[in-house]
């Protein structure tokens, strides 16, 4: 396999590659699979169908996927296999389910390099005495994964209990080899007649991927499977007007910023959001759109837009090859009142319009569950290109490689911490330092530099917190990063969903500093702000045992603490004095103004507002 290959989202790193590369991680594993009673009655029975938008991490193994324990396989097969909406492009409906070479923590295979890496395997279904039953499916290859090559395949395979030697059989097999230009960008549908042989009681099917297991490539992936009796190979239109991809933030490219930043000026943010929506069926579809913005602090509504026969889906032309997608531009929002309050949540939520119920060929199944998409951004103290969900990490595998990221500010504020997540990832980082920089301009020096120890996520998607030595008043573009020191690995959560935050990385690897044009996505990296007048209180009351005094001062100021040393800035960031422990300070030189003072202790540091006169 090629191990080398540099693709738009998937690079793995190698010794001596300095570039800004991604590997995998932990999966989302806290975000179980929900069931639906509007998809299955009870088990798996027919009709038979999945296209996985209501499940998040891994399938529904609770009625359809791999529970049948009596047989020799159950959803431990199945579950190495990863739902999710941003791995594969422009899928018929929300969410799709992934074949790569990762299992479900995002580790290796084990054994072998190349082979069978993931499978999907349905429950069993009982056929006797159908007649006419058809299996038809989505797929893509790589999407924004590494695409497959030849000799990499993704095959169906159904059961059949009365050969004892050889029960599983191949009936439809796509090799890496064989695929036509544009197969890793749009999703082609397949259908596979299910011949007597097979129409038994214990009837199951089961998909198989075999290429690289050690790591994202030669990825395959699924979507809208749907198995029935009373089908034709044709019977390939289906009246489903589905919402897919991503719901954009109106706040873009954040997905979270300060509160105090976006009542600033409220002019900066377009209030636009799009989302892209798929007609399935060969008909013109007049399909209407509402847009709800609510708090979600208190369920109150900041605004809801109606979209009325705007940007309506057209028909899909080839049941083959689903191209025809819409992006449809959800304009007009008035954001003016969203409250001027701290930690404001607001809720997205864009739905399909029509009341008619939309049933599958006359089935119990509703296909109007993919009609509803949510998002939720928060307004609170911290800017966030990422949505708290990482993909992969990113990072660098060099001594003094450099990485940053850009952000900007419509008021002056105040920095006091950098929230980062260090995920599971092999090789493990932990305990590892790095230093922390904050720059105004790349092409100056840090304005604030300090050491900080790795510390890897103990839970799904957390971030660690970590507190400037020195608060910072910042204005306009201002830029958080880290320099490592060793050759081996760090790496840093990357949210594949926000490709518009790519351009708002760059990386140093020679003393140039660049702006990234490989990766698409979000580094877990978000700077953190106070009010001035909370940055007094950085330690429990307990633990302010040292006296400062006088303040305001006329430039002697005495300490009593047990301490080392101090450090008295400005709040650009400037120091005006380090010195080591003594009895009194001698500050007369300075101008008259607000500054802090830092006590550096055995049990910690302590700043302090000291007012010179």
């Known amino acids: 396999m090629r191990k080398s290959l540099i693709v738009i989202l998937i690079l793995f790193t190698h010794l001596g590659v300095a570039q800004l590369t991604v590997k995998p991680i932990v999966k989302n594993e806290a975000i179980k699979s929900r069931s639906s009673s509007v998809k299955v009655v009870n088990d798996a029975s027919l009709p038979f169908w999945d296209d996985f938008s209501i499940t998040t991490g891994s399938p529904d193994s609770i009625r359809i996927w791999g529970t049948d324990t009596t047989r020799q396989w159950n959803y431990e097969l199945s579950k190495n296999v990863f739902v999710n909406s941003t791995l594969a492009i422009n899928p018929p409906s929300f969410n799709?389910?992934?074949?790569?070479?990762?299992?479900?923590?995002?580790?290796?295979?084990?054994?072998?390099?190349?082979?069978?890496?993931?499978?999907?395997?349905?429950?069993?279904?009982?056929?006797?005495?159908?007649?006419?039953?058809?299996?038809?499916?989505?797929?893509?290859?790589?999407?924004?994964?590494?695409?497959?090559?030849?000799?990499?395949?993704?095959?169906?395979?159904?059961?059949?209990?009365?050969?004892?030697?050889?029960?599983?059989?191949?009936?439809?097999?796509?090799?890496?080899?064989?695929?036509?230009?544009?197969?890793?960008?749009?999703?082609?549908?397949?259908?596979?007649?299910?011949?007597?042989?097979?129409?038994t009681q214990k009837f199951a099917f089961r998909f198989q991927s075999f290429g690289d297991k050690d790591g994202p490539f030669d990825a395959w992936h699924l979507d809208w499977i749907y198995l029935n009796e009373n089908r034709f190979n044709d019977d390939l239109y289906y009246v489903d007007r589905g919402l897919t991809g991503q719901l954009t933030s109106p706040l873009t490219p954040f997905k979270s910023m300060p509160t105090n930043q976006f009542k600033a000026d409220e002019s900066e943010f377009s209030g636009d959001q799009t989302v892209r929506a798929f007609n399935l069926d060969d008909r013109f579809q007049p399909t209407d759109y509402v847009l709800v913005i609510r708090n979600e602090n208190d369920n109150s509504l900041i605004d809801m837009v109606s979209f009325a026969g705007k940007d309506p889906l057209i028909n899909n032309p080839d049941p083959l090859r689903v191209t025809e997608?819409?992006?449809?531009?959800?304009?007009?929002?008035?954001?003016?009142?969203?409250?001027?309050?701290?930690?404001?949540?607001?809720?997205?939520?864009?739905?399909?319009?029509?009341?008619?119920?939309?049933?599958?060929?006359?089935?119990?199944?509703?296909?109007k569950?993919?009609?509803?998409?949510?998002?939720?951004?928060?307004?609170?103290?911290?800017?966030?290109?990422?949505?708290?969900?990482a993909e992969y990490a990113a990072g660098t595998n060099i001594d003094g490689a450099q990485v940053a990221v850009e952000y900007w500010l419509e008021v002056?504020?105040?920095?006091?911490?950098?929230?980062?997540?260090?995920?599971?990832?092999d090789p493990i980082s932990a305990g590892t330092l790095i230093e922390l920089r904050v720059f105004r301009n790349l092409n100056s020096e840090p304005v604030r530099s300090q050491d900080i120890t790795v510390m890897t996520a103990t839970k799904i998607d957390e971030f660690t917190r970590y507190k400037l030595s020195n608060p910072i008043v910042l204005s306009d573009t201002f830029y958080i990063g880290y320099e490592q020191s060793i050759n081996d690995y760090i790496g840093i959560g990357f949210d594949a969903s926000n490709a518009e935050a790519a351009e708002h990385i760059y990386e140093n690897r020679t003393g140039q500093w660049e702006q990234n044009v490989r990766l698409k996505g979000a580094l877990m990296i978000r700077p953190v702000?106070?009010?001035?007048?909370?940055?007094?209180?950085?330690?429990?009351?307990?633990?302010?045992?040292?006296?400062?005094?006088?303040?305001?001062?006329?430039?002697?100021?005495?300490?009593?603490?047990?301490?080392?040393?101090?450090?008295?800035?400005?709040?650009?960031?400037?120091?005006?004095?380090?010195?080591?422990?003594?009895?009194?300070?001698?500050?007369?030189?300075?101008?008259?103004?607000?500054?802090?003072?830092?006590?550096?202790?055995?049990?910690?540091?302590?700043?302090?507002?000291?007012?010179?006169?």
């Open 369 to 389: 569950i993919n009609d509803t998409l949510r998002t939720e951004y928060l307004l609170h103290n911290y800017y966030a290109f990422d949505d708290g969900t």
């Open 529 to 613: 702000f106070a009010d001035v007048s909370d940055i007094t209180l950085n330690a429990d009351k307990e633990d302010l045992t040292t006296k400062v005094y006088p303040n305001p001062t006329t430039g002697i100021v005495s300490i009593e603490s047990d301490y080392s040393a101090i450090t008295l800035v400005d709040f650009s960031g400037k120091i005006w004095f380090k010195e080591i422990a003594k009895r009194t300070h001698d500050f007369t030189s300075l101008q008259a103004g607000l500054y802090l003072l830092t006590i550096h202790t055995k049990q910690g540091d302590q700043t302090i507002k000291i007012i010179k006169k």
């Open 96 to 199: 799709v389910v992934t074949f790569d070479g990762l299992d479900e923590n995002g580790a290796f295979h084990a054994g072998t390099d190349i082979g069978l890496a993931d499978e999907l395997v349905s429950d069993t279904i009982d056929l006797q005495g159908r007649a006419n039953v058809v299996l038809s499916f989505y797929w893509q290859a790589g999407g924004n994964v590494e695409i497959p090559e030849a000799g990499d395949s993704l095959r169906l395979q159904f059961y059949d209990p009365l050969n004892e030697n050889n029960p599983w059989n191949t009936v439809w097999v796509k090799d890496g080899g064989e695929l036509e230009s544009d197969q890793d960008s749009v999703f082609t549908q397949d259908s596979v007649h299910v011949s007597s042989q097979f129409l």
């Open 412 to 425: 002056e504020d105040t920095l006091t911490h950098v929230d980062i997540h260090f995920p599971n990832i």
């Open 325 to 367: 997608d819409r992006i449809i531009l959800l304009d007009e929002l008035d954001l003016s009142a969203i409250p001027n309050e701290d930690s404001i949540v607001i809720s997205s939520e864009v739905y399909l319009g029509n009341s008619d119920d939309l049933f599958l060929d006359g089935t119990q199944i509703d296909l």
